[in-house]
């Protein structure tokens, strides 16, 4: 019994110490959870609602002006309106104004090729040598057809001796399969469209004449709806519409017939109609012709027209089109080239009268050409 309490007491000592060693982790953790424990989420009880942690999201993104600055340019007689957009399901949002400003539409329609503006002719602007250089470009023709449709022809034939107004080249290749549909649109409001209008009813195809001033646009109907003019081969549809180069920013969903609007882009009036091809397009816009060429190139629905007849007029800078004579003249030979860069290739020139040229008169040119290309690269 002595020895047992002998070796006890020896061995006491390092007993008691591992015990206090044993003691240390429990200790620690119910310290930590008398700390930490009540800011940790308490759990729900029975009937009573769980009180959940409240987040705070800082944004470092700026914050957006609920109403954009109004457009610097608009063409005369468009103003700024407020219109409801309709969505598929139903819903109605008020749109913030009718047409965005010309940064942001570029910005939204870009399209698969922007209009690249061209060096100038010379190492210096020059306005003889910036009009030298255009009026050289579209008066050569870069595209030999053997056959073509003249002027109120709808059967193709050799070129003419003389020169007519406008030509279509008509090689097998450039045209429409006999069993397929054709679609012609033609945009005029003088009446100079006649003859056009006359070949490709000629040809059978579906076609459409645009007129803003037409009161008997629309199958005799009031408004600018396309409903029912469409699907007649050979019968002019006529709408009370003109061709717009800037897209509405918000506007009511459009369904097939209806566009809602006096004035629209190509690809919307398309749309509208249906259709995914214009074969034949003719095009006398008195001076708006450049900004719906560079919206046509931007956009990609030149892709979409494989023959395009159009009157461009030099008189004057045109709508929306601003600059020095020289940039002026620079920015239309860039349009040229990028009619070029997006497939079509001239097939022929005609020259309109007089001589006038950005309100200069000037002997080796004139103040309009009606030119005619074919899309090559489609």
């Known amino acids: 019994?002595?020895?047992?309490?002998?070796?006890?007491?020896?061995?006491?000592?390092?007993?008691?110490?591992?015990?206090?060693?044993?003691?240390?982790?429990?200790?620690?953790?119910?310290?930590?959870?008398?700390?930490?424990?009540?800011?940790?989420?308490?759990?729900?009880?029975?009937?009573?609602?769980?009180?959940?942690?409240a987040f705070s999201v800082i944004s470092i993104e700026p914050e957006r002006n609920s109403r954009q600055q109004e457009s610097p340019s608009r063409r005369p007689g468009l103003k700024e309106e407020e219109e409801e957009v309709e969505v598929e399901d139903g819903e109605k949002?008020?749109?913030?104004?009718?047409?965005?400003?010309?940064?942001?539409?570029?910005?939204?329609?870009?399209?698969?090729?922007?209009?690249?503006?061209q060096p100038w002719a010379t190492d210096k602007p020059s306005?003889?040598?910036?009009?030298?250089?255009?009026?050289?470009?579209?008066?050569?023709?870069?595209?030999?057809?053997?056959?073509?449709?003249?002027?109120?022809?709808?059967?193709a034939s050799q070129p003419p001796a003389d020169s007519p107004h406008w030509l279509l080249c008509a090689e097998d290749w450039l045209l429409p399969a006999a069993d397929r549909l054709c679609v012609a649109y033609s945009f005029s409001m003088d009446g100079g469209?006649?003859?056009?209008?006359?070949?490709?009813?000629?040809?059978?195809?579906?076609?459409?004449?645009?007129?803003?001033?037409?009161s008997n646009a629309s199958g005799g109907h009031l408004g600018n709806s396309l409903a029912s003019n469409h699907g007649d081969g050979g019968v002019v549809s006529q709408h009370k519409m003109w061709?717009?180069?800037?897209?509405?920013?918000?506007?009511?969903?459009?369904?097939?017939?209806?566009?809602?609007?006096?004035?629209?882009?190509?690809?919307?009036?398309?749309?509208?109609l249906g259709h995914h091809t214009v074969h034949f397009l003719y095009a006398d816009l008195l001076s708006a012709e450049w900004r719906v060429f560079q919206n046509l190139i931007e956009s990609g629905t030149l892709q979409s027209v494989h023959h395009l007849v159009a009157t461009v007029h030099l008189q004057w800078a045109g709508f929306e089109v601003g600059g020095t004579n020289e940039e002026v003249l620079r920015y239309w030979f860039s349009v040229l080239l990028g009619l070029q860069a997006s497939g079509l290739k001239l097939v022929h020139s005609s020259a309109g009268e007089g001589h006038s040229v950005l309100k200069q008169t000037v002997a080796n040119g004139h103040s309009s050409y009606t030119l005619s290309w074919a899309n090559t690269g489609r």
């Open 93 to 117: 949002r008020e749109g913030a104004r009718a047409y965005e400003d010309e940064n942001e539409m570029h910005s939204r329609q870009m399209g698969p090729r922007t209009l690249e503006v």
């Open 1 to 53: 019994m002595r020895a047992c309490a002998l070796r006890w007491g020896r061995g006491g000592l390092s007993l008691r110490s591992g015990l206090l060693l044993l003691l240390i982790p429990p200790f620690l953790l119910a310290l930590q959870l008398l700390v930490v424990g009540p800011r940790l989420p308490r759990v729900a009880r029975a009937g009573v609602e769980e009180q959940e942690i």
């Open 243 to 272: 061709l717009e180069w800037r897209a509405p920013r918000k506007r009511k969903q459009k369904t097939r017939g209806n566009l809602g609007s006096v004035s629209q882009t190509l690809a919307d009036i398309m749309a509208a």
């Open 193 to 214: 469209d006649a003859h056009f209008l006359k070949t490709v009813s000629g040809l059978g195809c579906e076609v459409h004449s645009f007129d803003p001033s037409n």
């Open 127 to 155: 306005f003889a040598a910036e009009l030298n250089r255009i009026i050289t470009y579209i008066t050569r023709p870069q595209l030999n057809c053997s056959r073509v449709l003249s002027p109120g022809q709808a059967q």
